[in-house]
């Protein structure tokens, strides 16, 4: 196809209509191979999630077993020495479990963020805050970091951003009257 308009009349302008069209196919195949791969690579990412998340079943429902295992250890226990190993024990399990909690949330609310959500709101029921884990969050894109206070804070985990601490003082209290008066505790949380 030498001409734009047929074969005796030049186009005015200088286009070649063929090369451009060749150029805009290859480029929309290019496209079309590159959704596969970005389809692919999210593929693999969502199964990085649901191998994390089972990971940490796994590992919470181990800590678990091994706690209950604890506190029968520790009720049995009259000695004093014993019963600090155990109480030591206890804290170090937590404080592993949940690094490992920490991670995984970490890395699945960022994967979230990534694909697009406006906003990432992130929570735990203790705000250990091990190892690495206010740098890690920090750096994260949350919207917020809700913790109960339970624990106590350390200086620099208080001073995150956007973290917001929610107190268990009125569950707590709630829970003791019901107790106390033989009324229905887990009636609280339906």
């Not at 290019?30 to 590992?59: F, M, P």
């Not at 009259?78 to 920490?102: C, F, I, M, W």
């Not at 963020?113 to 992130?122: D, I, M, N, T």
């Amino acid at each position: 196809m030498k001409y734009l308009y047929g074969d005796s009349v030049p186009s005015p302008i200088r286009f070649d209509f063929l090369t451009a069209f060749e150029t805009f196919v290859d480029v929309a195949v290019k496209a079309v191979r590159i959704e596969q791969e970005i389809g692919q690579a999210q593929a693999a990412v969502d199964l990085a999630v649901e191998a994390r998340e089972e990971a940490l079943s796994i590992v919470e429902s181990f800590h678990q077993k091994v706690m209950v295992y604890l506190d029968a250890l520790l009720d049995e226990q009259q000695d004093p020495n014993t019963s600090v190993y155990v109480r030591q024990l206890r804290e170090h399990g937590d404080k592993v479990v949940a690094e490992a909690r920490n991670n995984c949330r970490v890395a699945m609310e960022l994967a979230v963020k990534e694909r697009g959500a406006e906003q990432v709101f992130v929570g735990a029921t203790h705000g250990v805050f091990s190892g690495q884990a206010i740098d890690r969050l920090s750096a994260a894109p949350f919207d917020e970091i809700l913790v109960t206070d339970t624990i106590p804070l350390s200086e620099a985990a208080a001073e995150l951003p956007h973290l917001k601490v929610l107190s268990v003082a009125n569950l707590l209290g709630e829970a003791i009257r019901r107790i106390h008066n033989n009324e229905s505790v887990s009636s609280m949380f339906t």
